[in-house]
T-cell receptor, first 112, second 113 residues
Framework: QQQVKQSPQSLIVQKGGISIINCAYE??????FPWYQQFPGKGPALLIA?????SEKKEGRFTISFNKSAKQFSLHIMDSQPGDSATYFC???????????FGAGTILRVKS | KAGVTQTPRYLIKTRGQQVTLSCSPI?????VSWYQQTPGQGLQFLFE???????NKGNFPGRFSGRQFSNSRSEMNVSTLELGDSALYLC????????????FGPGTRLLVL
């Protein structure tokens, strides 16, 4: 029940295209859903996060869509750029976010 | 503000040895969490410290321990190292209370031979 399932494992997108990564969870106590971006040799960096009281949140080219009834959330990267090539992790935690449960990660490659 | 710093960045140890990793959180942050990242298991939560107290612990054996000092700096220790402990160990700091965002350091890459 603590798992967060992430798909796909890897994704290749053309420059300017839309990258979509999906996550699903079981634990209804999860209350905070962040997405992290990680480049090789670096620690994960927060991209965008959402709480279950909203169905969508947009920051620049990054959008989280959240479906509480289906217990699913997804990351959309619009106008994908080669610089977006990285590993993306979804995560979830209960209130106050002190223990993040991560998905397995998606390796995104944006072809120029 | 300076980010989360971790030392050392790279470490090579042999089986049976012990290791201590250090993490300095963002100034003013009182919560420090540790995560292990491996290709097989992904990112897994080890433990969280807040105001020098361990508040939460993941499913790791007792060989993994940690502590936090009064200045919020944290150390984690792994005793009797095993080959499977080879991983990237990440520290994340958070302001505490209702501040949810965890800011990660660059990690310490541990190789156990």
């Amino acid at each position: 029940q603590q798992q967060v399932k992430q798909s796909p494992q890897s994704l290749i997108v053309q420059k300017g295209g839309i990258s979509i990564i999906n996550c699903a969870y079981e634990n209804t106590a999860f209350d905070y859903f962040p997405w992290y971006q990680q480049f090789p040799g670096k620690g994960p960096a927060l991209l965008i996060a959402i709480r279950p009281d909203v169905s969508e949140k947009k920051e620049g080219r990054f959008t989280i869509s959240f479906n509480k009834s289906a217990k699913q959330f997804s990351l959309h990267i619009m106008d994908s750029q080669p610089g977006d090539s990285a590993t993306y992790f979804c995560a979830a935690s209960t209130r106050y976010g002190n223990k993040l449960v991560f998905g397995a990660g998606t390796i995104l490659r944006v072809k120029s | 503000k300076a980010g989360v710093t971790q030392t050392p960045r790279y470490l090579i140890k042999t089986r049976g040895q012990q290791v201590t990793l250090s993490c300095s959180p963002i100034s003013g942050h009182r919560s420090v969490s540790w995560y292990q990242q491996t290709p097989g298991q992904g990112l897994q939560f080890l433990f969280e410290y807040f105001s020098e107290t361990q508040r939460n612990k993941g499913n790791f054996p007792g060989r993994f321990s940690g502590r936090q000092f009064s200045n919020s700096r944290s150390e984690m220790n792994v005793s009797t190292l095993e080959l499977g402990d080879s991983a990237l160990y990440l520290c994340a700091s958070r302001g505490g209370g209702s501040q949810e965002t965890q800011y990660f350091g660059p990690g310490t890459r541990l190789l156990v031979l």
